[in-house]
């Protein structure tokens, strides 16, 4: 008889939990405490979805140097924007990991400081080429564990255009970055770099710049530097592809703006000349 | 000597069986096989030919079930026996204390070393499989070098077993293994970072504690960095019987001195 009691206590609970779990986000929809549609991810790292997304890119920087940690080399995957990986003599530079910061009279006075070095690598190397697909799946999940990092994406692509020779698929990732963060100007510019310098595909490329100049609203002070050199770097874009379409108002236009943002950089200069010519 | 031989061997023997009798080899392969599987067939960004992420992965699950059932092993060598005091037959033949310490130690250790040959070969099997290269020289030195990881760690839970509870043990011990792993390469530099006393603690650490990461040749087999010349391999072996053996006579006393 108490059997059949605690059965049934147990089927009605277990029914009222179900009600509520359906009811309750239905009545108080407005009232809940996590935003709709967030993902499983989302709920339950929540904030520490950036961190978790960061050490993904630390550990493809990681992979990058041949499994070394915390390494002294200005040629990193951050850094990747402007290196040319194919004219850089790797043979050239060869700095030690982390090891490489101990005096070194500590270091002959330390057996156990010995035997490490020789049993973990201390020199650095770059991984090249087709090797550089060994980076996909921590920038991959770089990129889903956080898709407001925006640096991730920007790592992605060139890894994916400049290193693996498949700038399609950097594209692809580019356009996903530029979907999940809408309001970014560094994504939109970084695609239409991608789509003009390495597809040679204008046409796709001009809308992308037109995005990222909208998109660019530099602060005042030293904090919108960074913006304000973004800007003038689009309109070098915007002037150039204007140019290459005969639209010589455009590009004075740009030139214009562009002195008014940031009159001694270089891209003042290169619109110049491309008037000139 | 050739009863000694019999007693240790017979000890050792019993090990071995316990730790194939409780299937818990079966139970990490098929986890390890869980995890593995569906990474096997991951292409990020649609591009195939990565699989150096997997290699690590699995690695890491080699060395972290590895540790778990090395520690797992010699935390449960004496404390089983005081208990169900199955240890005064033991000593009541003509087997001495030593002779004791001595075979549960060889049983658990040749348990440990004959799973982590499984896992090995298992992992051996896995980068033939997908990258065509089969068992490289590299493999063969981290396996020999990881055994020296095991010589040490289940020295140190037979040592734990006779002093702490089996709860005590495995959290101090695998506090040991993980801080040692994580940080034992840096401890100069947080010696030459930190103020005086701290400095003198981490220094002691330093000298004393058992520099498990010696034994980890994982980031050269990963990213195909050549393999360590053998005098160092000899050293390190060296050094993890020398320091296994001190545990194991630390131990000896102990067990001389504990009321049973």
Known sequence: MREKLHICICVLCVLLAVTLGRGVPLLFSEGMPQA?????????????????????????????????????????????????????????????????????????????????????????????????????????????????????????????????????????????????????????????????????????????????????????????????????????????????????????????????????????????????? | MKVLLRQLGALAGLSVVELYRRKDLIVVLVLSLVILLPLAFFTPFGVAGASRYMNELALLLVWLFSAVIGLGVSSRLFPPEFESRTVYPLLAKPVGRGTLLLGKYLGALAASVSALAVFYVAYGLLVGLRQGVWFPAILFQAFVLHAGFMVIVTALGLLGSLALTPAANLTMCGLVVVGMLFFGQRLPALIAAQPVPGKWVLAAIHWVGPHLEFFDLRQRVVHDWPRVGWGVCVAVSAYALCYASACLTLAGCVFRRKKI
């Open chain 1, 36 to 277: 709709p549609g967030e993902d499983v991810l989302h709920l339950i790292l929540g904030d520490a979805r950036q961190e978790l997304s960061a050490a993904m890119l630390e550990k493809a920087e990681e992979y990058f140097h041949g499994g070394l940690r915390d390494v002294d080399c200005e040629y990193g995957l951050e850094s990747c924007e402007g290196h040319d990986h194919e004219a850089h003599d790797h043979e050239a530079h060869g700095h030690e990991g982390h090891a490489g910061e101990e005096g070194a009279a500590a270091k002959a006075r330390d057996p156990w400081a010995w035997v490490d070095r020789r049993i973990h690598a201390q020199e650095h190397r770059h991984l090249e080429g087709n090797q550089s697909v060994e980076l996909l799946p921590w920038i991959w999940a770089a990129c889903r564990a956080a898709p407001q990092n925006v640096q991730a994406f920007q790592t992605g692509s060139y890894v994916l255009a400049k290193m693996a020779g498949r700038p399609e698929e950097g594209v692809r990732l580019l356009e996903e970055g530029v979907r999940a963060n809408p309001n970014d100007a560094e994504l939109s510019f970084s695609l239409g770099e991608l789509l003009l310098n390495t597809l040679k595909d204008a046409a796709r490329a001009e809308p992308c710049f037109i995005s990222a100049f909208e998109k660019c609203r530099p602060a005042d002070g030293p904090d919108g530097d960074e913006a304000r050199l973004l800007k003038v770097r689009t309109l070098f874009y915007l002037g150039y592809l204007a140019k290459r379409r005969g639209d010589l108002a455009r590009v004075r236009a740009c030139l214009a703006e562009a002195e008014a943002v940031s009159p001694g950089h270089a891209s003042v200069r290169g619109l110049r000349k491309l008037l000139e010519k």
